[in-house]
Structure formats: C-alpha cells, structure tokens
C-alpha cells in the first residue's frame, strides 16, 4: 500500500500499529488528515486480507467508531473484531453467508446493525439484522432490504441510526439532487454518491477545472446545502464504499483504506479554504503532464463498428493455439519465476505433449493479443494468473487480462486500465439504455464487454465476454441480472467513437 506524507502524523503515535485518539473533543492539528487508528493484517487479532486479479480486494468492507470502540469487519475471517482502546477486546463469529457492508453500533443494546449481502443466493440480496456484541447472536427479525425485484442503489444510517434507503428506479434521481448543488465553476463528469449522514452526503466527484480543463478528482460533502471539500487519506485505488466512510455524531468524518499491509482509519481534514484539495494540489503535475498524453492519444482513436467490434472480441474468445508445457513453461520468464502462475486449464495439460486449445489465456497486465501465437511459438510462458508481486506485465510471460482484453477488441492504441478506460469511454447516462458492445467497468477491479441484452418479466439481463483470472480465460456469460452487476459498482460505459 502506498505512503504519502500524510504518514508522518503517525510518528504522533505512542505504538506501532496503533493510535489512541478517538473522543468526542478531537482537535483538528495541521492541513492533514489525522491517522485515527492503524492494524496490521492476517493474523489472530487483526483482520485477514486477501488481493486477487484487477486489484480486486477481498478485506474489511466496514467499520463504526463508537468512542473509544472500534468495530472492523473482518470479511476474510466471517468475524467483526471489537477493539477498546489499545487493546484487542474480542471477535464475534458471523456465518459465512454474511458480507457485512454496513454497521452502526447501538450503545443502549450493546449491538450491531448491520447491513449485509447474503451470500448463498445467485443474485445480490441484502438484509438488515441487529447482532449482539456479548455473544454474536442475531437479535430481532432479519429484514430484506432488496432482492431480484427491487434493487436497492443507496443506503446508510443517520445520526439516529436509522437506515435510509434509495431504491433503483430507472432514473438517475439521486445524481440529478446532487448536481444542482455543485458550485460554478465544475464541470462535473461523473458523481459516485457513497455515503451519507443526517443532512450531508458524500461522493466522489470527477471534474474538470473551469480555466484549464484539467480533469481532477476530490471527495465533497455537501452539507446543509453548502459544498465542503475534505482531503483523501492518500491516492486510494480501492473501491469507494459507503461502509468505508462513517459520519460521526461530534461532526467528524472518518474513513479506512485498507490495504496489504495493514487498514488505516483517518479522521478526514476539512478543506476550509473551499478550495479543491487531495489530488488537485497533490498531483497538479502530473495531470498537466498526463493531459497532454490523453491528447495525443485521442488523436489515434480508431471509429469501430459494433460488427468489427464483435468480430476481434469473437476472433480472441475462439482462438486455436497449440500448447506444450515444455515449450511454454517458466524458463521464459525473465523476471522472478515466482511472479508467476500458470491457469488450472493449461496445468492440466503438463505433459510434454502438443495440445490443441481454444481462447487466449488470462495473463495479468497483457494485451497484445496479436502477437500472441507467435509469442507462444517462440516459447514464451502461458498466462499468468499471479497478481500478488508487480502491478504489470511480468516479462516473459503473454496473454491478456481484462482490461487488455477490451484494449484489443475495440483496437485501442495502448493498453488500457479499468482507471483510464474513460478516454475512450463514457458512461451510459441512462443506465437502462445499455446496450450491445458497451462495456461494464469496475474501476479498480474488473470489465466486461456486454454482446447482448434482453428485459424478461420487468427485469433487464445482459450477457457478456470477459476475461477472467478465475477461469484463466476468456469466458461467455449468459443471462446475468443487471441491476445486481450495477448494485456490484459496475457501471455501463459505451465508446466515444463508434461509427
């Protein structure tokens, strides 16, 4: 995980891992944030964290702050570890079903309310329960919150503790409520509505600068009316989830990042200037430098049909190859051989012997799929499902991951992160108007390409090809329920130069 100089408030610190400052008189010190609490990860008193393909991180998805109480999700584990003060207090076992995505702690009933997916159902249901902290029994009646018919978009606890929800509608309501409050002066790209508390809501808001178009990312809560930026922790690739984020009755917001090493909760500095702070101060820079880039790259966009588009997606999906375990073992790699993993699919075939298989093999950080066969019969290495050691292309190695594999169907110049895809990209504003040959992205984690879409009995399903580290190839996908994959995070995006 990255450290930025925000770290140094950490040497305020009496231990090692962790701070003790969290009461209701906190005093704002410095133009940072304050690092509240800090814990290590994977082991018996701390939470587990596991990184698998496209960044995608498997850890604690919420936490509460409630005095000199911590409640942390420990997702890895099926536990929610209770700290007091500098000590580790206790963990409460769930079942393993519960992903907890949301808690608030009850002082009066010593509980927990928490939101979570139940993970035995096919499609994204969520429930809300209450959780007693002295043995971890579930109390009271288990409400459900959505299911395949409704699809809950929003939702969070007040300062009461009462859950607000939002419900999917067809229509982009709460965006549009959120838009008329940003100030002149943004143009605003794309808003992320996360969290909220009573009379505020926060989001992520992706805008470009009134004088030099610069494109700039901040957090924002809008209180009472009135825009109030607040410092991001460090540049936080992980997802923005509404469990990340608590709003706290003395007025503090508080936000933890987790990571490899450890999960990091900040007490969040108010910008009082009003000025945008976080990345535009941080990486003014390299935006400027970066801007520049994304200019000459526009200028090499190719116009696409959908067909054309269809046909290279096709062409990678059904592609024959001829696989040999000798030839194209790890001798090839030309970086430390264990950075990298075979998929189960070519293991398989460890014999020495030729063998004929179909589709280009799931390889972290590829996506020159057009040189792949002669890469392979020059004996390089299969595929690469390790994603644990360099955030590239380990050399030696060919094949795609999924965001190459979108580079190459649609004939981009470069290869392209589920982070950049908005060059070429823009979101579908209309979420209902997704439509063939769209993409489904995940910043951070995962895309799809979507080759068809249908509505059956008021509900919109979409099939898609993927490239996945799972199965270690490019996968066709039938049948997937929409508002469940929009629920997910993934949001529609369609290409800026289609014919």
């Known amino acids: 995980m990255k450290r930025m100089s925000l770290f140094l408030v950490a040497s305020l610190c009496t231990s090692m891992f962790f701070c ?19 814990y290590q990860v994977n ?35 099926n536990r929610v570890l209770v700290y007091s003060g500098e000590e580790y207090d206790k963990a409460i076992s769930v079942p393993w079903y519960m992903d907890i995505k949301l808690m608030y702690y009850v ?19 969520q429930l809300l329960a209450e959780v007693t902290i002295d043995t971890g029994e579930i109390v009271g009646k288990i409400i459900e919150l959505s299911n395949q018919d409704k699809h809950l978009t929003e939702y969070w606890f007040d300062a009461d ?29 794309e808003l ?6 009573k009379n505020s809501i926060c989001f992520q808001s992706n805008y470009y600068h009134e004088n030099n178009k610069m494109k700039i990312q901040e957090r924002i809560v809008i209180s009472e009316g009135k825009n109030v930026g607040y410092a991001l922790p460090e540049k936080n690739e992980g997802e923005f989830n509404r469990g990340n984020f608590q709003f706290a009755e003395n007025g503090e917001i508080y936000q933890m990042v987790v990571g490899e090493k450890g999960v990091n909760i900040y007490r969040l500095y108010r910008n009082m200037s ?38 290279r997606a096709m062409q990678y ?64 290495f299969a595929g690469n499902v390790c994603c644990d050691y360099t955030q590239r292309q380990v050399g030696g190695t060919v094949g795609m991951d999924c965001s190459g594999y979108v580079s190459v169907a649609y004939d981009l110049p470069g290869k392209y992160g589920t982070y950049t895809l908005d060059e070429p990209f823009e979101e ?67 290409y800026r130069y289609l014919q």
């Open 107 to 125: 002082e009066e009933d010593n509980s927990l309310k928490v939101v979570y997916e139940d993970l035995r159902d096919s499609y994204v249901r």
């Open 43 to 77: 082991k018996d008193s701390f939470p587990g964290y596991i990184e698998a393909n496209e960044h995608e991180e498997i850890g604690p998805d919420a936490f509460f702050i409630a005095g000199n109480k911590v409640f942390i999700d420990d997702t890895v584990n």
């Open 274 to 311: 009003g000025k945008a702070i976080g990345f535009a101060e941080r990486e003014y820079e390299q935006i400027e430098s970066d801007n520049a880039e994304i200019m000459a790259r526009a200028a090499t966009y190719k116009s696409m049909s959908t067909t054309n588009i269809g046909l």
């Open 192 to 197: 992320v509505l996360a969290s909220a508390g």
């Open 317 to 380: 999906f059904g592609l024959y190859w001829t696989f040999n375990s000798s030839r194209n073992s790890n001798l090839s790699v030309t970086e430390n051989a264990s950075w990298v993993t075979q998929p189960t699919w070519l293991t398989a075939l460890a014999d020495g012997a030729d063998h004929s298989v179909v589709g280009v093999p799931y390889c972290w950080g590829g996506w020159n799929a057009e040189t792949f066969v002669s890469n392979i019969n020059n004996g390089m």
């Open 428 to 494: 579908v504003i209309n979420y209902d108007t997704v439509q063939s040959y769209d993409i489904l992205n995940k910043p951070g984690h995962h895309v799809m390409i979507v080759i068809g879409t249908y509505v059956s009995n008021g509900v919109r399903y979409v099939n898609t090809l993927e490239e996945t580290a799972s199965a270690g190839k490019i996968v066709q996908t039938t049948n997937r329920n929409y508002a469940s994959l929009l629920n997910s995070g993934y949001r529609p995006m369609r």
């Open 20 to 38: 003790k400052d969290v009461s209701a008189n906190l005093v704002q010190s410095g133009n940072v944030n304050k690092l509240q609490y800090s």
């Open 161 to 189: 503790g009462e859950l607000v929800t939002q419900y999917y509608d067809g229509n982009d309501t709460a965006d549009a409520a959120v838009k008329q409050d940003i100030s002149d002066g943004l143009y605003s790209s």
